[in-house]
């Protein structure tokens, strides 16, 4: 099974310890150079590890519940613009990348290459953009509101 993952087991196992001895804030950015032995391997092959060595329990919270909560209102705004706005693939596609790139991250490092981020941003940027386009209450504090002109007094 580890050949066939191209030993990412290893690798998972072998960072336990690492994450067990500093769980809450983790080692810092690039901990995985300095927990695995130099043999060009450069990450964890995996999100939930990468970041739980880097930023520990505190972090990994942190970043994995803003995907989640963008996640869950994003599929929310889905629901309710499918039939006010059936035109705006905006939306389904910055979820579809949200998406698979999560799941792809549990085997790869989305978290950790600038291209696969990237990604991801653009993902974020579309649902979030959606958001505010069709300004639902879920994205009302990014609502910019106008204000009104400044009245001038004379004596």
Known sequence: MDQLSSS?????THLLPF??????????????Q??????GIIQAH????????EWGAVGTSLILGLLGWIAVKGALLYRSAASTQPDDSAL??????VT????????DG???????????????GMVGASGVRHLTPIFAPFRKVPSAPARVSRP
């Open 8 to 12: 990412r087991l290893t690798i998972w």
């Open 19 to 32: 994450i067990a001895e500093r769980p809450w804030f983790g080692w810092g950015g690039e901990a995985f």
């Open 34 to 39: 300095h927990a695995w032995p130099t043999n």
């Open 46 to 53: 995996n999100g939930v590890f990468q970041l739980m060595l």
């Open 92 to 97: 389904p596609l910055g979820m579809a990348l």
């Open 100 to 107: 698979a790139l999560c799941v792809m991250s549990l085997v």
């Open 110 to 124: 989305v978290f950790y290459h600038g291209t696969p981020m990237a990604f991801l941003m653009l993902g974020v």
